[in-house]
């Protein structure tokens, strides 16, 4: 089982641009989360998705958008990225949402808006 | 505004001590609290869950406790091993996941 997988890794964007990340987890979790994490900060919740087609608003959603075209995927576009959109963004899929599930972390892809 | 509080400063620990981190939350009455720990370059993965009705949970040199009148949380490591160098975060929890709040974490750095 690979878990839960990310592409990219590294990117390097100009203001203005856009771009999508992609994660992936072969788990069959149902429930995925987007977040980014910045220095000094805890993670942030960025958007996430209950199931197959729905989604939901995180803590800071504003400049983002996502798909959960199928259950295995979930992506995070950048419509016109920001400099403040530099950072870590990580990738979580979960077998449910109550306080007691745990969630299971992708290896992060580190964007930096020029 | 909720709150999480974690040591912003590494903790420096000898090899074989009792290594201990401190999470304190404000306005919050979280119904769980999550550990997860954290490598360079790494996503989080997760270490042990706490019930706001448990005192105290163990896991091999791992202990957690959660006191919810000092709105705390204490994460222990017993006889540390460099292996044990990392970010922990601390994540108190509604009773849905999607409610967790992170901390920013503390780097525990054990040194031989």
């Known amino acids: 089982n690979a878990g839960v997988t990310q592409t990219p890794k590294f990117r390097v964007l100009k203001t203005g641009q856009s771009m999508t990340l992609l994660c992936a987890q072969d788990m069959n979790h149902e429930y995925m989360y987007w977040y980014r994490q910045d220095p000094g900060m805890g993670l942030r919740l960025i958007h996430y998705?209950?199931?197959?087609?729905?989604?939901a608003k995180g803590e800071v959603p504003d400049g983002y958008n996502v798909s959960r075209l199928k259950k295995q995927n979930f992506l995070l576009g950048l419509e016109s990225a920001a400099p403040s959109q530099t950072s870590v963004y990580f990738c979580?899929?979960?077998?449910?949402?109550?306080?007691?599930?745990?969630?299971?972390f992708g290896p992060g892809t580190r964007l930096t808006v020029l | 505004s909720q709150k999480i509080e974690q040591n912003s400063e590494a903790l420096n620990i000898q090899e074989g001590k009792t290594a201990t981190l401190t999470c304190n939350y404000t306005?919050?009455?979280?119904?769980?609290l999550q550990w997860y720990r954290q490598d360079p370059g790494r996503g989080p993965v997760f270490l042990l869950l706490i019930r706001e009705n448990e005192k105290e949970k163990r896991k091999e040199r791992l202990k957690v406790t959660f006191d919810t009148t000092l709105k705390q949380s204490l994460f222990h490591i017993t006889a540390s091993q460099p292996a044990d160098s990392a970010t922990y975060l601390c994540?108190?929890?509604?009773?849905?996941?999607?409610?967790?709040?992170w901390g920013a974490g503390t780097k525990l750095i054990i040194k031989p």
């Open positions: 979580a899929s979960s077998y449910g949402t109550s306080g007691t599930d745990t969630q299971y």
């Open positions: 994540a108190p929890c509604g009773y849905s996941n999607y409610q967790l709040i």
């Open positions: 998705s209950v199931g197959e087609g729905t989604t």
């Open positions: 306005n919050y009455s979280p119904a769980y």
